[in-house]
């Protein structure tokens, strides 16, 4: 049986955008948020003003009350990887047992290096996990516009129940067994979206450009590998597809960012001046750490991670990737 109410927790950009998917695929939508600035716009004025001015949020209910989603058939978690285990401790108070759970962010806890998964499993034992991740710009999806995304979970029948309850023409989910794939490749490429942005910042080019992407896709499909995902599924929407759609787009907030610093601008500059969420800024460190615990080999995520934490300069950065040893393309 399909899923027919849905609680989303969050309601920043991507949040929003899908329980507009949700509501427009006929679902009756909850929308959970931490402001209650935010659940009083939505509710008096059908718009989100905070975090997706440009969107009309119309036939959503939003609350503060997280009883309420838990009463939903299914949940959608929507919060910043940093704070997506408070969120769902909070969930866990009245959370049905077994529960389903979408993780919807992309990002690792960079405290415990650990996967959105994990922490739902810490938070919520007996959840059942799904991972929705691909090409999406929030704007894009809560007008309508066209996109496909890789939908992750454990059985098929829980896949299937998903699909169908958030499925439409301009939504297309595809499904995949593979959960740590998807969720690797939704954090890894904003990390290497902070780099694209560092190239286009500097002005190295459009063949830097390309580079970086291909190498850096080497690195995310290492890393995806060596965390328990498949190559093949880092191949499709939640990796490759992801990787292009961050690493080209200025909209991206990790591409801007990077874009920012290669420009001149300091890290504390950037983010301050920005409400919105840069993910990769706090999975970079995790992503670093992980790469050395599992021996994987990521100068380029490690070169960001070195970057924002300003232990080193751009330019010290750049010269340390181009002297690399020359070796076999792998
Ligand atoms: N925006 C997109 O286009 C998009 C698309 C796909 C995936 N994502 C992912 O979705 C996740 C959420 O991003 P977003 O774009 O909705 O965020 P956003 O930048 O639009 O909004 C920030 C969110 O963080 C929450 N927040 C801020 N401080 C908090 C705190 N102390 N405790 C708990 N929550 C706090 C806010 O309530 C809000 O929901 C991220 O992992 C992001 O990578 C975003
Ligand atoms: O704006 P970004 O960089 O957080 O990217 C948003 C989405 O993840 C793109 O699929």
């Known amino acids: 049986m399909s899923f027919q109410t849905i609680g989303v927790i969050g309601a920043g950009a991507w949040g929003t955008a899908l329980a507009i998917n949700a509501q427009r695929a006929g679902r009756d939508v909850v929308l959970w948020a931490r402001e209650d600035d935010v659940v009083e716009a939505i509710n008096t004025t059908q718009k989100n003003p905070k975090y997706l001015p440009d969107a009309d949020v119309v036939g959503i209910h939003a609350t503060s009350d997280m009883a309420e989603i838990s009463n939903c058939d299914a949940v959608m978690a929507v919060t910043p990887a940093q704070f997506m285990r408070g969120s769902l401790e909070l969930l866990a108070k009245t959370a049905k047992p077994g529960v389903s759970v979408m993780l919807c962010s992309k990002g690792f806890e960079t405290k415990s290096l650990k996967m959105m998964t994990d922490v739902l499993e810490e938070s919520i034992p007996g959840a059942i996990a799904s991972v929705l991740s691909g090409p999406s710009f929030a704007i894009d999806v809560a007008l309508g516009l066209p996109t496909a995304v890789t939908l992750a979970s454990s059985n098929q029948e829980e896949g299937e129940r998903w699909m169908s309850a958030i499925g439409r023409p301009e939504f297309r989910p595809y499904y995949s067994d593979d959960i740590l794939g998807a969720e690797a490749g939704g954090a890894v490429k904003n990390v290497l979206a902070i780099a694209c942005g560092i190239v286009e910042g ?4 459009r063949s830097a450009h390309a580079a970086l992407i291909s190498r850096g896709f080497a690195e995310l499909t290492r890393l995806g590998v060596a965390m328990g995902g498949n190559a093949e599924t880092l191949k499709g929407l939640c ?29 504390a500059e950037v983010l301050g001046s920005r409400t919105a969420v840069t993910e990769g ?7 670093a750490q992980l790469a050395k615990n599992l021996n994987v080999e990521m100068p380029i995520c490690e070169t960001v991670a070195e970057i924002v934490a300003e232990r080193i300069t751009l330019s010290q950065g750049i010269e340390a990737l181009l002297k690399r040893p020359f070796k076999a393309e792998d």
């Open 239 to 267: 990796g490759l597809g992801d990787l292009v759609l961050t690493c080209s787009s200025a909209q991206s907030r990790n591409m801007s960012f990077g874009f920012a610093l290669g420009q001149g601008q300091t890290v």
């Open 202 to 205: 500097k002005g190295l080019g």
């Open 281 to 287: 800024v706090a999975t970079a460190p995790a992503i």
